[in-house]
């Protein structure tokens, strides 16, 4: 069993900043990618930023130069650092993992539980 756990969401000003985290916890043999979704009232979930078990990184269009993904391996944690807010960015934000649970294993996505970024003045 597999659980991943988000934390860092909240209320913040326009230009503002919010760090989120994401950690893995469980059956965990190897994690691959690990990123960010998130998905904004009356929108489809779309893909904020992803990192590689190498660290190759990719972001979406809109939040290049604005946010950073980061992952510490040893603690099985995803890390997203988001600058210069817009009320754009106000959405849930899902951390996901790709994952295997023992050797051999073919990976499987798991889901965090969402956390609430509202970009407000």
């Known amino acids: 069993q597999v659980q991943l756990v988000e934390s860092g969401g909240g209320l913040v000003q326009p230009g503002g900043s919010l760090r989120l985290s994401c950690a893995a916890f469980?059956?965990?043999?190897?994690?691959?990618?690990m990123g960010w979704y998130r998905q904004a009232p009356g929108k489809q979930r779309e893909l904020v930023a992803r990192i590689t078990d190498g660290g190759s990184t990719y972001y979406t269009d809109s939040v290049k130069g604005r946010f950073t993904i980061s992952r510490d391996n040893a603690k099985n944690t995803v890390y997203l650092q988001m600058n210069s807010l817009k009320p754009e960015d106000t959405a849930v934000y899902y951390c996901?993992?790709?994952?295997?649970?023992?050797?051999?294993?073919?990976?499987?996505?798991?889901w965090g539980q969402g956390t609430q970024v509202t970009v407000s003045s």
């Open positions: 469980g059956s965990i043999f190897s994690i691959y990618a």
């Open positions: 996901y993992a790709d994952l295997t649970s023992s050797w051999g294993e073919v990976p499987l996505d798991y």
